[in-house]
């Protein structure tokens, strides 16, 4: 066993914290296989923390109600304002 791969042994342990001892997994994986380990937990470590710090997306906002336009139709049926009124009682009362 070398020294390096007891070193890459080491840091995955550290990665995993799973109790595993390095010296069995220096035994047991390749340095290629301890390299790939390390660097898929070191991904996964790094996109959980990204995630961790991204702002919470903002709330939508609620969309505003548009009036409804009348119609042509719509207007014709409405009653007369005050001072609609008002104009029409004047102006016939001045025929009179």
């Known amino acids: ?8 042994a080491q840091k995955l342990v ?3 914290n799973d109790g595993s ?3 069995d997994l220096a ?7 301890l390299c790939y380990e390390i660097e898929k937990l070191e991904e996964l470590q790094a996109a959980e923390a990204e995630v ?3 702002a919470p997306a ?8 548009v009036p ?7 207007k014709k049926e409405r009653p007369k304002s005050f ?3 008002v104009a029409l009682d004047t102006s016939s009362d001045d025929d009179e």
Request: aromatic share 8%; no cysteine; proline share 14%.
């Open 1 to 8: 066993m070398t020294p390096s791969k007891l070193w890459y």
């Open 21 to 23: 001892k390095p010296e």
């Open 52 to 54: 961790e710090t991204e």
């Open 27 to 33: 035994e047991q994986m390749t340095i290629r296989r």
């Open 14 to 16: 550290e990665l995993r």
């Open 83 to 85: 001072w609609a009124r």
């Open 68 to 74: 409804e336009v009348p119609s042509e139709e719509k």
């Open 58 to 65: 903002p709330a939508p906002e609620p969309e505003e109600e």
